[in-house]
């Protein structure tokens, strides 16, 4: 089995600051957060920016340079960027880092959904920032687009810089569109995908829904055309990292995703998350990938070729 690759997703756009105040705000504090799990453990993190005043998800090019450059020059770990954002942003400034800054990984996102927030309401009953309460209340009539045009584009940009796509899997007709791509020669393999489970308004984070898209990436592209993570929010996110532990596949955990480290018990840091799944793969005696194998593992064009 192959060594197993962590990834830590360090803030994110969905986690709000008042439900957790160990959630990584200013470009300092994200970049020093990323390199605290990767010392943990984490070969690759998974980077959104935030405006260093309240926290707002952020697309300002200073603000992701400023972290890029802090965790390059402190560490040979692999980062992923976003070209997620946020709700608020089209499809040319999500992708508007992977041009500018060149990162060895993106991601990818395969797909529309419901992409709703707002059940985090009935925990909070006080906001540190006026944006918060309603960036949670519009998500309950929102979808978060991504079309077939919005896929053609991120292909162009991801071949044109030499950026591995992480192709995000909310559900399983998003893996009927990356077939779609590869088979008008969009994508080719080797694929590295990350399925997305537990988000509401898309599939769920249950044992059966893991093994069931594993079994149909591998009918749809074979199993030695493609690589797979885990995501599990919020709760799932620790039993599903067991299994993908065991199947062999990989994992990210993060305070994008989960903000507990067990129930009741919140996660003081990424690291901590981090430090969790590898105390899980020791017990299932899965070694730990260091960040240069796991470049080697998914065919990263390597940390001397970014820009940044």
Known sequence: MEKLIITAAISGAATIPSLSPYLPLTPQQIADSALEAAK???????????????????????????????????SDVVVCITTGGSAMMTVEERAAVVPLFKPEMCSFNMGSINFALHTSLKFLKEFKYPWEKPYLEMSKDFVFKNTFKDFEYLCEVTKANNTKPELEIYDVGHLYNLDHLVNEGLMSPPLHLQFVMGVLGAI???????????????????????????????????????????????????????????KGVLAKSNAELVEKVKSLAEL???????????????????IDNVGF
């Open 40 to 74: 943990a453990g984490a070969a690759i993190v998974h980077i959104h920016a935030r405006r260093p005043e309240d926290g707002f998800p952020s697309a300002n090019p200073e603000h992701f340079r400023e972290i890029l450059t802090r965790i390059k020059d402190n």
């Open 204 to 262: 769920r984070g249950t044992p059966e829904d893991l093994t069931y898209l594993v079994t149909k990436a591998t009918t749809l592209f074979g199993a030695s055309n493609f690589t797979w993570s885990v995501i599990g929010v919020g709760a799932a996110e620790i039993n599903l990292s067991t299994m993908a532990i065991h199947m062999g596949g990989h994992v990210r955990v993060g305070l994008e995703d989960n903000i507990f480290i067990k």
């Open 284 to 302: 299932l005696h899965r070694d730990i990938a260091t960040p240069e194998e796991a470049r080697r593992m998914l065919n990263l064009k390597g």
